[in-house]
């Protein structure tokens, strides 16, 4: 019989069983029967429940068509065999493609199940680029599909493989382990030697004691027993402050997703976060966090936005794209540039969308910030102070143990005096006055003074707006030498802001550069700063008045569209009574945004242009009022009929808005009559281009031919050289609107959703056409007005500024030139040292070195995790490098860096928990208000370190002189103890009160390893000290003296019983 071909293209249900019944039939008759692409997926699944197997022996033949063969011809058996070669070439193949992708077999379903298979190869998730990498390709190395995702034994395979999707905590310190750290301080173990010392000899002493003395045994162990608890106490203090060093890493953990929503097995499920894997199919929508990084392979509604400032502490929201438009042209692109890519951590802020599974646990982007916070931690350095302190106590123990030694080698001659029972008992009692020196020796009140005034500086940094976390850091300010910090919100004021508006206008003919020009584009300023309703239109005399006698011009169709095409809103703080004020409830920011920040500059610029709103209500001064005054007014007299969102494509939004027939906008305008007009914002290379008309300020129209097109092109590049973001505002008047358009007026939302042009956002571009533009607004972040002054402040104290940003060269190096880190007065910017990130690191490492070792320096187009190459590159040239961050992806850096500086307002908390201080008010003033402390708390602590050491000097010199004498020792250990702890402990804190020299901020930095006692002051406390030894030796020899004491005889003192009793 030979080989027959039947084609059937949709089979119904009778010959889907004549095809089973042959299939059973002519099986053991060698009957082969192959079919692709003939039953649909419900067909398979019938058949699938009937437990009778859809496919017979053999393989799968191409086509909607079917096979039957009675006996396997030549050509068959070719064409079967040649189809076997191939599938065991591509299955080799697939082992052999780069360790990635896993070799699997197919069940019933068509779902890809590699648990099954003898052997997987490896997907190697920690190195692989997914943002770089087709769809297509994603699909095959994680054998996944869209529909379907993975099977449950397939995840379970993959979760043994590669392991919950939870992040990695390295194992805490134990008890012990901490209690142990807090004695590698050298003058502490001298301590601790001195006390053990202590405890031999007074244990030695009860042994000798005589049997009437052995009652009083315990007053023998009091001196080692006060200096043992001293040091439990300290080391109690330094437990309780190590076990919060795992605080960030905790902060990281916290941050992750909990649940996500998965499709298996063609099944939607809510599952826990951490049972995720590679090749898991998710589902993602508005309020979502992101359970693991995932590549965006579709979208449920026109666009998706994420907020990534967790991740890269930048706060504007950032647009998704699936498939090819979201893969990167580059390997390793920075996270802002990976479009496609949806991190772990970071919250969906529109829209939704289905994403597939590349990365978990340890391998995603938050992993990697931990792992690198970890090495961090490892790498920690003490502080400069605690580093010269170190220096200090080793230095002492030589001193210590030499003194020591040496008065104990002295005092041999006279261990032999009668006094003593036997030559054992001298040489104990004189090691006991060793011991006793090298208390004398050893600044016990030193710490608890450092503690204290440390203390006391975090006290007056509150009162300027800086938090600190690690007590140390605020030493370690005052030898900063370098300020890595950020752009957004720390030398700006992170409040986008409307600096210009462009409009067009007639002229006046004594005005114009050009006499027979009939109109020209006009540049107005726009004062104030931040999310103020304060401020004006320079130019502008009287926007309100305008807005109201010329209903149709240019200027109030600029204010109606900043008002209306918006969803963002100004809410405004009023001041707290004087009473909430004592009780702490001061509030920080008068006004503030909810919504996007540019459309939030829109908002503020309708309030200063006015129009609405009318001041002659008491309440109207308020700022609750004055925020959305105008705005509110617009949105009530001008209802929304319908939105057209913003898409990708068209780079616009626009709104339907009723407005009457006569535009008047005064209050007489009723909000139910009237008709849609269109109000359109969007970018202005985009935009102008549908625009076929401008509007002039006096409400006339006129076409927009090449010439005028030109200007208005030249104008926005000038605007955005400066550089400014720039959006183009036009309007679509009623009688042009498409006729479903003009007398729209739908009552519930579903009219609008069954509206043939609005329903589809495929349509909105062709509604978007033919516009009148009515103005252009540049709107910028800018500059703090304080930061200029403070960054010359820095060079006038030797501290050198880098700024680190991921905008681009012109903007970066504008803002520079603002806040004075660059030359305002710099003509040629290819001279300043502005560099991105990718090409400063392409440098050889010398060069690189060579660049920062000088002047103030601009990264732009940096990721986050260049700051932390940045620190340890500078930390390798002895600078002292104080960053700022406020992303999840700065805590590396911060806890890198010998002091880290988190935004207090827009910092997450990871950020906080990794750094040394918070900024309360995010502002780069406050980081030089907090060097300047720094710097007086250090003056103040050397200060009364020096008076501590001199008066311990004076203490050896005392003990060391009377025993060379051969006088009684004139303090024991107890003694030396109360004068070091108490005596001299108030007098040396007094000291961290002292102001600021006048001249702080104009000398350079102290080199971090300037030793805390120089030459000269060593040389200066060494004499007041053998002045404050032989003063006290004098007083104490001429008490007895007034006692008719000799010299002679009190050098005999252990016989005094036999030549002088006190009367």
């Known amino acids: 019989m030979g080989l027959q071909r039947v084609a059937i293209t949709t089979p119904p249900t009778f010959v889907l069983l004549l095809l089973w019944v042959l299939n059973s039939a002519t099986s053991s008759l060698g009957f082969v029967v192959g079919v692709n692409g003939l039953f649909s997926e419900s067909q398979r699944q019938r058949c699938q429940l009937a437990r009778k197997p859809i496919i017979g022996g053999g393989s799968l033949s191409s086509g909607n068509s079917i096979v039957l063969s009675t006996k396997r011809s030549r050509p068959l058996q070719r064409q079967q065999r040649r189809s076997s070669r191939q599938h065991h070439d591509s299955r080799l193949s697939a082992r052999r493609g780069g360790g990635e992708g896993d070799v699997t077999s197919q069940n019933n379903n068509g779902v890809v199940d590699d648990s099954k298979t003898k052997s997987s190869l490896y997907y190697n998730s920690s190195s692989i680029d997914a943002g770089s990498l087709s769809v297509d390709r994603l699909w095959d190395l994680l054998q996944s599909s869209s529909s379907l995702g ?10 043994k493989q590669y392991g919950p999707n939870v992040l990695e905590q390295a194992k805490p310190k134990s008890l012990w382990k901490l209690v142990a750290e807090q004695f590698e301080d050298r003058l502490v173990q001298i301590l601790l030697g001195v006390a053990v010392l202590s405890g031999i000899f007074s244990f030695l002493e009860v042994q000798q004691a005589a049997p009437g003395e052995s009652a009083d045994w315990w007053k023998s162990f009091v001196e080692p027993g006060v200096i043992l608890a001293i040091l439990v106490l300290n080391a109690v203090v330094g437990v309780v402050q190590s076990q919060s060093a795992a605080d960030s890493l905790q902060a990281l953990q916290d941050m992750q997703s909990g649940t996500a929503t ?21 589902e993602v929508r508005v309020g979502d966090k992101i ?49 496609g890519m949806l991190f772990s951590g970071t919250m969906v802020t529109a829209g939704s969308g289905r994403a597939l599974v590349v990365q978990t646990a340890m391998d995603t982007q938050f992993g990697k910030i931990q792992k690198g916070v970890t090495a961090a931690q490892a790498e920690a350095v003490k502080t400069p102070l605690g580093q010269r302190l ?16 040496l008065v104990w080698i002295v005092s041999i001659p006279k261990m032999n005096d009668p006094s003593f029972g036997t030559v054992w008992e001298g040489a104990v009692y004189y090691a006991k006055v060793a011991v006793a020196l090298g208390v004398a020796a050893i600044p016990e009140g030193l710490p608890a003074v450092i503690t204290l005034c440390l203390s006391l500086g975090t006290r007056k940094m509150a009162e300027r707006n800086v938090i600190v976390r690690k007590l140390p850091s605020v030493e370690t300010l005052g030898c900063t030498s370098v300020i890595c910090t950020d752009k957004t919100g720390t030398l700006t004021t992170n409040e986008m802001t409307a600096v210009s508006m462009v409009l067009l206008e007639r002229p006046p003919r004594e005005n114009s550069a050009n006499k027979k020009a009939k109109f020209e584009l006009m540049e107005y300023g726009i004062e104030g700063s931040s999310y103020s309703p304060e401020g004006r239109i320079v130019g502008v005399e009287n926007g309100s008045d305008e807005v109201k006698k010329l209903p149709s011009g240019a200027l109030a169709d600029v204010a109606a569209v900043s008002a209306l095409c918006n969803d963002a809103m100004i809410i405004g703080q009023d001041p707290v009574e004087e009473a909430d004020k004592k009780k702490g409830n001061k509030k920080e920011k008068i006004y503030d945004r909810i919504g996007e920040p540019t459309e939030a500059a829109l908002c503020i610029l309708a309030e200063k242009i006015g129009g609405l709103f009318s001041n002659d209500d008491d309440q109207s001064t308020k700022p609750s009022v004055l925020a959305s005054a105008n705005v509110e007014s617009w949105r009530e007299r001008r209802p929304r009929v319908a939105t057209l969102e913003f898409n990708r494509d068209r780079k616009s939004m626009s709104v339907l808005c009723k407005f009457p027939p006569s535009m008047n906008v005064d209050a007489s305008a009723t909000t139910n009559g ?20 401008m509007k002039m300020r006096d409400g006339s129209v006129v076409r927009l031919n090449g010439s005028l097109r030109r200007q208005v092109n030249d104008k926005v590049s000038e605007l955005a050289a400066r550089p400014l973001r720039c959006l183009a505002l036009a309007v679509k008047e009623n009688k042009q609107l498409e006729d479903s358009l003009r007398k729209f007026n739908p009552a519930t939302e579903r009219d609008i959703a069954k509206h043939p042009l609005l329903s589809k956002p495929d349509t909105y571009k062709n509604i978007e056409s033919s516009l009148t533009l009515v103005g252009i607004v540049g709107i910028k972040d800018p500059a703090r007005p304080e930061v200029g002054e403070s960054i010359e402040l820095c060079s006038k104290a030797g501290i050198r500024v880098m700024m680190i940003t991921g905008d681009a060269r012109d903007t970066a190096v504008a803002i520079a030139k603002d806040v004075n880190i660059f030359d305002p007065n710099s003509e040629d910017d290819c001279k300043l040292k502005a560099f991105e990130g990718r090409e400063f690191f392409q440098k050889p490492e010398q060069e690189q070195l060579h660049i920062l070792k000088t002047g103030n320096i601009v990264f732009c187009r940096a990721e986050p995790a260049d700051k932390q190459k940045l620190v340890k590159m500078l930390q390798s040239l002895d600078e002292i490098p104080a960053m700022t961050g406020d992303g999840v992806n700065d805590a590396p850096a911060l806890q890198q860096a010998a002091i880290g500086v988190a935004m207090g307002i827009t910092g997450t908390e990871v950020s906080k928990e990794a750094a040394d201080m918070v900024l309360a008010d995010d502002n780069f003033s406050t980081i030089v208000s907090a060097v300047e402390e720094g710097r007086r708390i250090y003056a103040n602590m050397q200060a009364f370190i020096c008076f501590l050491i001199s008066c311990n000097i004076g203490e050896i010199c005392a003990i060391f002189f009377a025993t060379l004498a051969g006088f009684p020792e004139p303090l024991t250990a107890m003694h030396l103890l109360w004068v070091n702890l108490v005596t001299d402990g108030p007098p040396a804190t007094a000291l961290g009160f002292n102001p600021p020299a006048p001249d702080l901020m104009e000398a350079p930095p102290r080199p971090s390893d300037e030793p805390i006692m120089t030459r000269w002051l060593l040389i200066r406390y060494c004499l007041t000290g053998l002045y404050v030894g032989v003063a006290t030796i004098g007083v104490f020899a001429q008490y007895y003296m007034s006692q008719g004491i000799e010299l002679s005889h009190l050098a005999s003192w252990s016989q005094c019983g036999e030549f002088w009793q006190p009367g």
């Open 262 to 282: 998965v499709i298996r097995e063609g099944t939607t499920a809510s599952i826990a976060s951490s049972e995720l894997v590679p090749g898991d199919v998710i």
């Open 150 to 159: 993975l099977t449950q034994s397939q995840a379970l395979h993959r979760l």
């Open 291 to 339: 359970p693991a990084d995932a590549r965006l392979i579709s979208l449920q509604t026109s666009t998706i936005q994420l907020d990534e400032g967790s991740l890269t502490g930048e706060s504007v929201t950032v647009g998704k794209f699936p498939g090819a438009e979201g893969t990167t042209a580059m390997s390793h692109a920075p996270i802002q540039d990976q479009k």
């Open 674 to 693: 009237g008709s849609p007009r269109l109000l359109v914002k969007g970018a202005p290379n985009l935009l102008i281009e549908r625009c076929t008309h």
């Open 390 to 405: 170190d220096e200090f106590g080793d230095q002492l123990t030589i001193i210590i143990a030499a003194i020591c030694l």
